[in-house]
């Protein structure tokens, strides 16, 4: 499976978007990048999910770039509670995590 | 949305005893399940891969006897881990992923267990 590389902290002002970004320069044609977060002691969360096109829903907006090698989850307007260690992911079968990033939203 | 949902949500026990722990996919029925490990200001780590009706595999490092799979049912997955010791306290998680969809659908995971061991 393709490894991932995140930053390990970013901070974001309550109201603004939060843009996370994910290097997967190794990522083959078959493996899909995942989003997930976890809130302190709790089980990771599913965010999104996307093969080659940008895809949206209700949490977030998730861009990759046309080569495949990297992708930005956004959270259009973050709020408090999205304070969390925010995972990019990319696999074909069972899901690895490497160290995620730590988002804090502040007030 | 498809949940999962692990039992029980803390235990604390004494060190030598053999803890069990349940992970059920409520609404959806799940051929693999995955167990996971995390310990404090880490990542979760992949110990092992349920199979129903067959045997589990193992990470790298993972010790099969001291952590015993099993996945009698498509909804249910048990890890059980044997004559715990202080090392084995963790956050223990599992996770689930519907068998209807592909294999590129999302897994879902439930809120974990925290196991301490005096």
């Known amino acids: 499976d393709a490894k991932t590389t995140q930053p390990p902290s970013m901070d974001c002002a309550e109201g603004r978007a939060a843009n996370l970004p994910c290097n997967h320069s190794?990522?083959?044609?078959?493996?899909?990048v995942y989003w997930y977060r976890q809130i302190h002691s709790q089980g990771p969360q599913y965010i999104i999910h996307?093969?080659?096109n940008n895809e949206t829903n209700e949490m977030a907006s998730l861009i990759i770039t046309e080569d495949r090698k990297s992708s930005t989850l956004i959270l259009p307007h973050a709020t408090l509670r999205d304070t969390a260690v925010y995972y990019c992911?990319?696999?074909?079968?069972?899901?690895?995590f490497g160290a995620g990033t730590r988002l804090t939203v502040k007030p | 949305g498809a949940v999962v949902s692990q039992h029980p949500s803390w235990v604390i026990c004494k060190s030598g005893t053999s803890v069990k722990i349940e992970c059920r996919s409520l609404?959806?029925?799940?051929?693999?399940m995955f167990w996971y490990r995390q310990f404090p200001k880490q990542s979760l780590m992949l110990m092992a891969t349920?199979?129903?009706?067959?045997?589990?595999?193992?990470e790298q490092g993972v010790e099969k006897d001291k952590f015993l799979i099993n996945h009698a049912s498509l909804t249910l997955s048990t890890l059980t881990v044997t004559s715990a010791h202080p090392e084995d306290s963790s956050f223990y998680i599992c996770?689930?992923?519907?068998?209807?969809?592909?294999?590129?659908?999302?897994?879902?995971f439930g809120d974990g267990t925290r196991l301490s061991i005096l």
């Open positions: 996770s689930a992923r519907d068998r209807r969809l592909g294999r590129n659908q999302p897994q879902h």
């Open positions: 190794t990522i083959s044609g078959n493996e899909y």
């Open positions: 996307g093969l080659k």
């Open positions: 992911i990319v696999r074909v079968n069972d899901m690895r």
């Open positions: 609404d959806f029925q799940a051929t693999t």
């Open positions: 349920s199979n129903e009706g067959s045997k589990a595999t193992y």
